[in-house]
């Protein structure tokens, strides 16, 4: 659903960010809408209008998160708002637009997080201007949404053990002076299918809980933060013995895999084809040794040329395996050789 930052009726409805994990498809979905509409959709109604329903693999949110250490968010999303509930009607609507600009341009990303965020706060700045002392309304603005970015200055929230791949916990100690406000602490848990399959998690008020209820279950659920061997995508697995992310990936691999193969059979040719061609002069000479007449100092000849191709081969053999000459030259070398056995076989 397209979302205009310009001024309009706000949404007076309590809208939410529901997360709901399949342990066994390795998926994450994301819904965004007011709860009645998510647990319509959830319930499989299709007509229920939502803002988002997305599907991922397990991890992309963690993965994917918004990291925001020069806190763009305040400054250029939730700074301007303020600055703008604060001066005359003339100079607001630059204020909203130059606000309104980077909040688009976070809605737009595709990440659910920075949608649901960006609209969270246009949509509380619409709600703000409305009420009539709006020193004390404006406060609790930022005070809110302040909580709903918080979530973007903490360093990971892909936290996990690079040595193990194990999922790490949420250390949010920096974040706060003293005590941790209570809304960062507190996440909604549903179980919305009557066959108690299904565990959702809503937020409002904070991402954090929402991460660390994530890396919890991944934790529980024993899995493992893997980087793709193939396009460097970080996934998660159920093994450390996975490494690569997706099929794709694995086509990619494979035919890597052959193509290895066939350049090392290629490589390896070069030494099939020696032992063939000595067996080609040893024929020669076998047929020359078995031919009734055949002059003995000629045979000799022959089998002296036969050692000196041997040496000859051994060494250029040499040079191929130390990549100091290519298969190629040796090949073309090889087979024009017998002429010089065949010459002498001929006496000429
Ligand atoms: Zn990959």
Redesign the pocket.
């Known amino acids: 659903m397209e979302y205009q930052f310009i001024r309009q009726e706000p949404c007076r409805e309590k809208v939410i960010f529901v997360l709901t994990l399949d342990r066994k498809k390795l998926k994450e979905r994301v819904l965004i809408g007011t709860e009645d509409e998510v647990r319509s959709r959830l319930e499989g109604n299709e007509g229920a209008e939502l803002a988002c329903d997305t599907t991922n693999p397990l991890g992309t949110l963690l993965i994917r998160f918004d990291k925001d250490p020069e806190g763009n968010w305040n400054r250029l999303g939730l700074a301007p708002l303020r600055d703008a509930m604060h001066t005359n009607r003339w100079e607001q609507p630059a204020l909203e637009q130059a606000a309104g600009k980077f909040l688009s341009g976070k809605y737009q990303s595709g990440e659910p997080i920075c949608q649901y965020t960006a609209f969270r706060i246009w949509n509380a700045y619409l709600k703000t201007r409305e009420k009539r002392r709006r020193e004390i309304a404006c406060e609790k603005f930022i005070t809110e949404m302040a909580r709903l970015t918080a979530a973007f200055r903490i360093e990971n929230a892909m936290e996990y053990d690079p040595e193990s791949g194990t999922p790490g916990r949420l250390d949010t100690r920096s974040l706060y002076y003293r005590r941790t406000p209570a809304e960062h602490t507190r996440l909604d848990l549903w179980f919305p299918d009557s066959s108690r399959r299904m565990e959702c998690v809503a937020a409002y008020d904070s991402f954090l809980p929402l991460i660390t209820y994530y890396l919890n279950r991944l934790s529980d659920w024993g899995l493992y933060f893997r980087q ?1 061997k ?2 460097g ?1 970080f996934f998660l697995a159920k093994s450390l013995r996975y490494e ?3 099929d794709k ?1 694995r086509k990619k691999q494979a035919l890597q895999n052959k193509r290895e193969f066939d350049e090392r059979a290629r490589e390896n040719d070069y030494d099939h084809q020696y032992k063939n061609e000595c067996q080609g002069w040893r024929n020669v000479i076998n047929k020359a040794k078995k031919t009734p007449g055949f002059p003995a100092d000629r045979l000799a000849r022959m089998k002296e040329a036969f050692e000196g191709f041997k040496k000859e081969a051994l060494r250029r053999k040499a040079l191929v395996k130390n990549k100091e000459s290519s298969p190629e030259e040796f090949r073309n070398w090889i087979i024009m050789q017998k002429n010089l056995l065949l010459d002498i076989m001929d006496g000429s």
Do not use: E, F
């Open positions: 793709c193939v396009c995508k690569l992310c997706s990936c």
